[in-house]
Nanobody, 120 residues
Framework: QVQLVESGGGLVQAGGSLRLSCVAS????????MGWSRQAPGKQRESVAS???????NYADSVKGRFTISRDNAKNTVYLQMGSLKPDDTAVYYC??????????????WGQGTLVTVSS
């Protein structure tokens, strides 16, 4: 089986920075696009950022210019560098990807989530 594990969440003051990491492990053949989503209490889950295997990125308007997504293919890891954090960024952050475990075969995998709390 394959899995994703997030880390790096915590409590930070408004205006501060955090870097989230998500490591894939298991029987991995390849990983294409990877992404980050978040969910705050009482709100719908929101896609935050995504990155393709070729490095093409996409961001939600709410985080554009403040967050940066990147990946290290050799380490099967995707990162989310978050800066200029606002209280509205408070949420549980999840990484997600379709992970190929053999040619033409993949499974959609979600991490367990990591909590980011931004104080005002």
């Amino acid at each position: 089986q394959v899995q994703l594990v997030e880390s790096g969440g915590g409590l930070v003051q408004a205006g501060g920075s955090l870097r989230l990491s998500c490591v894939a492990s298991g029987s991995i053949s390849s990983i294409n696009a990877m992404g980050w989503s978040r969910q705050a209490p009482g709100k719908q889950r929101e896609s935050v950022a995504s990155i393709t295997s070729g490095g093409s990125t996409n961001y939600a308007d709410s985080v554009k210019g403040r967050f940066t997504i990147s990946r290290d293919n050799a380490k099967n890891t995707v990162y989310l560098q978050m800066g200029s954090l606002k209280p509205d960024d408070t949420a549980v952050y999840y990484c997600n990807s379709n992970i190929y475990y053999s040619v033409g075969r993949y499974v959609e995998v979600w991490g367990q989530g990591t909590l980011v709390t931004v104080s005002s």
